[in-house]
């Protein structure tokens, strides 16, 4: 059977790839998806453990992660709303006057690639002729 | 070193090959300005791939049976990680959030196999279903044409992935310092071969001019044959690994190792000085008996499965010994009835202060999200 330290080397694995993340993305919403998955990580080091002494406490606790993940979920993204609204757009670079004082700003040097313009979908002109509708009066 | 100079590798390439091809794979692949062509980072994370099932397979020490929940561990596992790399160097959001789907799914299979059905039920429902959804509401209503900052670019991406690498590469090698017990078998094998044996074997024996007594009367440590010197040193390194477990006792002021530890380390002592050169074959051994014994005692005492009647007291104050059985113990079969019970038993105040946090969260979101922006 599959033991403890697997389970645990997996979760180690979502723990690292939500940290980088969570680093290195600049929108907010998938920084936010990282640090969800980064609670991922740890659930599963939870129920493994749980698992592994035979108690159920392993998985509550997983259960009140759940919780404080949706109340976190519900707060960040209202959050994100307004963050939009204000700037229009998601890059959390764009609130970097927030920094530290003495901090120098990081400015991107390197042009963003142009993507073509997508070509507009073509407008068919209505085709043929609407029929004339014949009044009969029957007499 | 003295990390990895005791593992069998030393430079441990099961976990430095899967952990710097997956850094590689995943810097290639985060977003960034220049066009690269994907197959190269593709390449190297199905190499990081292999090299993280070789390390399940073989790095941890322990036999993987071929059964149908290898099978299952593998699939889900596999899957959780290859979405979650594709959550992160996803260029569109709401790519990421299926992909990040996917990664609840394949985990809420682990919590299956973990014997957690309700666990499973509840993340399906709240993160797959709820949390997923809202995403795919913000993400809809913070649309955005063309090309942006925020997707395009990834911030300080080497940095980063140095410092979750790093960070992995410490966890992997810490699960593969406490759970491999190579080492250890490989020198309580040799030991109790050395004690079963009729006659120690020649190369062991240091050389009859060697040993002589000095006209004090004492006599100087003779020469070790090389085998021996190995012997001492293998013994010397397993017992290193296992004395972590046991709890040095003591009166409350003055610490030492444990009795079992003692008695390996004067055995292996007494073995070094005579050069295995005793009068009678039978004490050496005696000796290498001793050793077997207490590293076997030992790994027990530090795997759990059996218990240190000593109070255990440490620097720190006295600690309680941890009861762990050998393997893993039942869980109830009723999941949802017992986790009812665990939960309105044990956790009560939590539950209520969960409850707390979730009505705080609603009236904060529609506070926040509800309040209308002012004319500028």
Known sequence: MISL???????????????????????????????????QGVAL???????????????????????????????????????????????????????????????????????????????LPPAGVEPVREERHYV | MTLLADSPDPLNWTVLLPVLAGGLAVWYLLPSPQKRPPVFGILAGLVALGGVAAFLVRGLGQRIPETVEAGLFFGFSGLAVVFAVLMIINRNPARSALAFAMVVLSTCGLFLLLAAPFLTAATIVIYAGAIIVTFLFVIMLSQQEGPSNANLRAREPALSVAAGFVLLA?????????????????????????????????????????????????????????????????????????????????????????????????????????????????DVRTYCQ????????????????????????SEHGMVRPVERPDGPRQLPAANVSAIGRTLFADHLLAVELAGTLLLVATIGAIAIAGRRERAP
């Open chain 1, 45 to 123: 080091n939870f129920v493994a453990f749980s698992r592994y002494h035979g108690n159920l406490h392993g998985q509550v606790f997983t259960l009140f992660v759940i919780a404080v993940a949706a109340c976190e979920a519900g707060i960040a993204l209202a959050l994100f709303l307004r963050l939009y609204h204000r700037k229009r757009s998601l890059d959390v670079s764009l609130w970097q006057d927030l920094r530290e004082p003495g901090m120098e700003p990081t400015v991107d040097t390197e042009p963003l690639p142009s993507v073509p313009k997508e070509e507009p979908l073509p407008h």
């Open chain 2, 290 to 313: 001793t050793v077997a014994d207490g590293l076997q005692r030992l790994k027990h005492l530090r795997q759990g499965s059996a218990i240190s009647d000593d109070l255990t007291l």
């Open chain 1, 5 to 39: 330290p697997h389970y645990l080397a997996v979760g180690a694995i979502l723990f690292a790839l939500g940290l980088i993340g969570f680093l290195s993305r600049r929108n907010l919403i998938v920084m936010f998806l990282s640090a969800e998955m980064m609670l």
């Open chain 2, 170 to 282: 410490t966890f992997l090698v810490g699960l593969q310092r406490v759970y491999d017990r190579r080492t250890v078998d490989a020198a309580i094998e040799h030991a109790s071969s050395l004690a079963r044996a009729d006659r120690i074997p020649e190369e062991y024996l240091s050389p009859a001019e060697s040993i002589n007594v000095d006209n004090m009367g004492n006599h100087p440590p003779p020469a070790l044959t090389p085998k021996a010197a190995e012997f001492a040193a293998e013994m010397r390194a397993a017992l290193r690994q296992v004395k972590l477990g046991v709890p040095r006792v003591g009166d409350g002021r003055r610490f030492g190792d444990h009795p079992i530890v003692q008695d390996v380390e004067t055995a292996i002592n007494f073995l070094e000085i005579s050069g295995f050169r005793y009068r009678d074959a039978e």
